[in-house]
């Protein structure tokens, strides 16, 4: 695999002059080649009352070897694609379902799914245990961290104990030697955790905090008809993930680097000495305690949620009443898409998932639709 050329730029002749041109800074790797999954998979299928009443289940373990991993080459010699790592991923997916008797005039049928994944990074080549840069944001916060032993790209940030609510309690929060830890705090400003006892926050107090990957995820559907009236729903979620709302930076954060951005209305229950009880930390136009430029769990929400995806309605004119006027088959309906979302995050749609690895810089929400159609058959 050959690296892409960089652009650099030279100075040539007596009388110098600057020329541009293309090098190759990366180093390239001839015995480069796919990465290698192996998968073991054991199912159950079972079907009762003449398949009314269905279940399928499947455990499986993946290993995935010799992945493509960017490590660099050494000093002066930028970086080298290389096959190494290991990811084992294992879990469980099952289906159940349910048919009523077709004979009747009401009809249903009832389906649940639900699905189980265990992430976790093996090993990395040569030895490393970590791998890679996180994706920032807005260059600056960087909560992403690929380790060994941890699901790929976990949240890696510091831990906050609440909102400091007087300048006794910053005074009171020392280190073993008797300084203040935060000695910029004023009252209404988060209290970061000294996790590593040194006196200080830094990065050397981050902790891995989870990752987008949730406990489990599910879906339940319900089919329904009447004489010539049927019902669809169908409602998905997951359960237990993680999101990184980092939409706070820019809606909460009131001086964060000159952006004069317009701030949302949940800046208004920021802390005061009147309102307390409150996670959002005072307004300021500096951040000299870091309140919005450490990466901490402040960014950090629990992604679960419960998602009403369709319901659609239909029905169906009798054919005896179409066929005085040539048409074979009537049927309206109406469709409604994400008509109700319940989740405790606060960002603008919790179904982010794995784009950008969980971080949500804002992402514009999924529009709720409200459709009206008919099928016409002559």
Not at 18 to 46: E, I, M
Not at 69 to 82: D, E, F, Q, T
Not at 300 to 310: L, Q
């Amino acid at each position: 695999m050959s690296p892409n050329l960089s652009v650099g730029s030279v100075y040539i002749g007596s009388d110098p002059n600057q020329l541009n041109g293309y090098y190759s800074y990366d180093r390239a790797n001839p015995n480069l080649t796919w990465a290698k999954s192996r998968q073991t998979d054991v199912g159950l299928d079972l079907g009762f009352l003449d398949e009314r009443i269905t279940l399928n289940a499947d455990y499986f373990v993946k290993n995935t070897e010799d992945m493509l991993m960017n490590i660099p080459a050494g000093i002066g010699l930028g970086s080298v694609w290389v096959n190494g790592g290991k990811v084992r991923d294992n879990g469980i997916e099952l289906s159940l379902n349910y048919n009523s008797d077709p004979k009747k005039a009401f009809r249903y049928g009832v389906g649940a799914n639900f699905s189980k994944l265990n992430d976790k990074l093996v090993s990395l080549p040569n030895n490393i245990t970590t791998y890679g840069t996180s994706p920032s944001v807005r260059g600056l916060l960087s909560p992403i961290r690929t380790e060994v032993g941890h699901p790929l790209y976990s949240f890696y940030s510091v831990k906050t104990d609440g909102l400091f609510q007087s300048q006794d309690q910053i005074n009171a929060y020392k280190g073993s030697n008797g300084t203040l830890i935060q000695p910029n705090a004023k009252p209404g400003d988060i209290k970061f955790v000294d996790a590593n006892g040194d006196g200080k926050i830094d990065d050397n107090d981050r902790q891995f905090m989870g990752s987008a990957y949730p406990n489990f995820s599910y879906g339940v559907s319900l089919n329904a008809s009447y004489k010539n009236f049927d019902l669809n729903i169908f409602l998905q979620g997951v359960q237990g993930n993680k999101l990184y709302n980092a939409l706070k930076y820019t809606s909460l954060n009131a001086g964060g680097l000159g952006q004069n951005y317009n701030l949302l209305k949940d800046v208004l229950n920021a802390w005061t000495p009147t309102n307390t009880n409150t996670n959002i930390p005072r307004v300021t136009a500096s951040d000299n305690n870091g309140n919005f430029g450490t990466n901490s769990d402040f960014y950090i929400e629990n992604g679960s949620y419960m998602r009403v995806k369709n319901v659609t309605l239909g029905y169906t004119v009798a054919p005896r009443l179409l066929s005085k006027v040539g048409i074979s088959s009537l049927r309206v309906y109406t469709t409604a898409n994400n008509l109700f979302t319940f989740t405790k995050y606060k960002g603008f749609d919790p179904e982010v998932g794995f784009d950008n690895y969980g971080i949500d810089v804002g992402r514009y929400p999924q529009s709720r639709s409200l459709i009206f159609g008919i099928n016409l058959n002559l």
